[in-house]
């Protein structure tokens, strides 16, 4: 198994959700994204495959998967179809590399998946209920269909476990974090990871030598401060429910809201916890006209009220996280813009850029127009580089799977 391991080897990357799984094939040596694709609604009537081999159409199957071990024959089969696969045999998959979202205080980096290592992914479920028994039941039906090929759990909350106890301590009793490890975790670990890196590779820096704020801005949203290579604070906590306004969820609120809700209109802590992750954010902003930015950013050159609200709402959150993480690192040389929002909406990039002029971040208008690209984007001169930074977050995944196997 070695030997075929360090020959030329296809990782294969996997984020298995409750009801979805994701995968891509990526050759570790050119580091080239072979094939990507998505098995939908598994479990639930009406699933699908769909499935880009690099250069080629998109291709939509329909296909019964009445659990993850089907979705995952359905992916091999595809991944091996003679026309569309980019493998010929399983062997060819030198690893593969699992998205687990919770890591707790357990994991402080990628690891080879053992019995004692699910054990533990099992254990930190307590803190990611919907995220972590779907992770495992892709590594187990990867395990049953592929019992030779080894198994590699990057974890969401792993790069953020630098962060400092005054930076992952809650304001609560002390005896919540002794006894539950209640605290602030982070996620998208391996997109604040990844982005850092880059920006200093492409300025010709080493990260190490840096301070760098990161704003993840998609969907689900963070910021995080880097400082000297290490994460030293981030704005999502025990949950991705907090810190910046999302597509859907609230972020920051005064917890007082919750109570409020439930009295003045008897709703249960679940049914707030459903409000407060699917219909708030900018979604709720909107009074629900969309979670989607470029529906909002539309409505908002058009003027409409609802989206302007929800824009600018989000815009202030993020300037509200730089500045924080300026003071938390008493300084900030690097400001990078990544995921869908970030590398791909110059007005909201200039919005919040518009507040930091304080701190020595001016944009470049002109640069600020590219989308989906490295660039700095900048004006000539600032103290601040300010950088759009496409994430990989896939590719970092088979970077490290393909690191732990060759050893
Ligand atoms: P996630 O991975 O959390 O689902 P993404 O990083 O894919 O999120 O980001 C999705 C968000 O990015 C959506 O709200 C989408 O509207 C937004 N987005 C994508 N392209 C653009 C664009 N050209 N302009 C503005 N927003 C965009």
Same mark, same amino acid.
């Given at each position: 198994?070695?030997?075929?391991?360090?020959?030329?080897?296809?990782?294969?990357?996997?984020?298995?959700?409750?009801?979805?799984?994701?995968?891509?094939?990526?050759?570790?040596?050119?580091?080239?994204?072979?094939?990507?694709?998505?098995?939908?609604?598994?479990?639930?009537?009406?699933?699908?495959?769909?499935?880009?081999?690099?250069?080629?159409?998109?291709?939509?199957?329909?296909?019964?998967?009445?659990?993850?071990?089907?979705?995952?024959?359905?992916?091999?089969?595809?991944?091996?179809?003679?026309?569309?696969?980019?493998?010929?045999?399983?062997?060819?998959?030198?690893?593969?590399?699992?998205?687990?979202?919770?890591?707790?205080?357990?994991?402080?980096?990628?690891?080879?998946?053992?019995?004692?290592?699910?054990?533990?992914?099992?254990?930190?479920?307590?803190?990611?209920?919907?995220?972590?028994?779907?992770?495992?039941?892709?590594?187990?039906?990867?395990?049953?269909?592929?019992?030779?090929?080894?198994?590699?759990?990057?974890?969401?909350?792993?790069?953020?476990?630098?962060?400092?106890?005054?930076?992952?301590?809650?304001?609560?009793?002390?005896?919540?974090?002794?006894?539950?490890?209640?605290?602030?975790?982070?996620?998208?670990?391996?997109?604040?990871?990844?982005?850092?890196?880059?920006?200093?590779?492409?300025?010709?820096?080493?990260?190490?030598?840096?301070?760098?704020?990161?704003?993840?801005?998609?969907?689900?949203?963070?910021?995080?401060?880097?400082?000297? *290579? @290490?994460?030293?604070?981030? #704005?999502?906590?025990?949950? %991705?429910?907090?810190?910046? !306004?999302?597509? $859907?969820?609230?972020?920051?609120?005064?917890?007082?809201?919750?109570?409020?809700?439930?009295?003045?209109?008897?709703?249960?802590?679940?049914?707030?916890?459903?409000?407060?992750?699917?219909?708030?954010?900018?979604?709720?902003?909107?009074?629900?006209?969309?979670?989607?930015?470029?529906?909002?950013?539309?409505?908002?050159?058009?003027?409409?009220?609802?989206?302007?609200?929800?824009?600018?709402?989000?815009?202030?959150?993020?300037?509200?996280?730089?500045?924080?993480?300026?003071?938390?690192?008493?300084?900030?040389?690097?400001?990078?813009?990544?995921?869908?929002?970030?590398?791909?909406?110059?007005?909201?990039?200039?919005?919040?850029?518009?507040?930091?002029?304080?701190?020595?971040?001016?944009?470049?208008?002109?640069?600020?127009?590219?989308? *989906? @690209?490295?660039?700095?984007? #900048?004006?000539?001169?600032? %103290?601040?580089?300010?950088? !759009?930074?496409? $994430?990989?977050?896939?590719?970092?995944?088979?970077?490290?799977?393909?690191?732990?196997?060759?050893?």
């Amino acid at each position: 198994m070695q030997e075929r391991v360090v020959l030329g080897m296809k990782i294969l990357v996997l984020n298995c959700g409750s009801s979805s799984l994701k995968f891509q094939v990526i050759d570790a040596e050119t580091e080239k994204r072979l094939a990507k694709g998505l098995c939908e609604r598994i479990g639930i009537a009406g699933s699908r495959v769909i499935y880009t081999k690099t250069g080629e159409d998109k291709k939509k199957m329909e296909v019964s998967m009445p659990n993850h071990k089907e979705a995952i024959l359905q992916m091999l089969k595809v991944l091996q179809d003679e026309k569309t696969g980019v493998i010929s045999e399983l062997s060819e998959i030198g690893a593969v590399g699992h998205r687990i979202v919770h890591g707790g205080e357990k994991f402080s980096k990628a690891t080879l998946i053992t019995s004692e290592v699910k054990a533990t992914i099992r254990e930190c479920s307590a803190l990611a209920p919907l995220h972590n028994p779907a992770n495992l039941i892709g590594v187990e039906a990867c395990q049953a269909l592929m019992p030779d090929i080894p198994m590699v759990a990057v974890f969401d909350t792993a790069f953020h476990q630098t962060m400092p106890e005054e930076a992952y301590l809650y304001g609560i009793p002390y005896s919540y974090y002794e006894k539950y490890r209640l605290r602030r975790y982070g996620f998208h670990g391996t997109s604040h990871d990844y982005v850092s890196e880059r920006a200093a590779e492409i300025l010709g820096k080493k990260r190490e030598d840096c301070k760098i704020i990161v704003c993840h801005l998609g969907n689900g949203a963070s910021v995080s401060a880097v400082k000297n *290579g @290490q994460c030293v604070d981030t #704005s999502m906590g025990l949950t %991705p429910l907090e810190g910046l !306004v999302m597509g $859907t969820r609230s972020g920051d609120i005064d917890p007082a809201v919750i109570e409020f809700i439930a009295h003045k209109e008897g709703r249960t802590i679940d049914e707030i916890m459903n409000i407060l992750n699917k219909e708030s954010g900018v979604l709720g902003l909107s009074d629900g006209f969309s979670p989607d930015f470029r529906d909002l950013e539309r409505a908002y050159f058009e003027g409409r009220p609802e989206a302007v609200r929800a824009i600018r709402t989000f815009a202030r959150r993020v300037a509200k996280y730089i500045g924080a993480y300026a003071a938390v690192m008493n300084g900030v040389d690097v400001l990078c813009f990544t995921a869908g929002v970030g590398e791909n909406s110059p007005i909201i990039r200039s919005l919040i850029c518009e507040y930091l002029g304080f701190l020595g971040v001016h944009l470049d208008e002109d640069k600020n127009g590219i989308y *989906g @690209q490295e660039e700095i984007i #900048s004006a000539e001169n600032a %103290p601040v580089t300010v950088m !759009v930074v496409p $994430t990989n977050e896939e590719l970092a995944i088979a970077r490290e799977t393909a690191r732990l196997v060759k050893g």
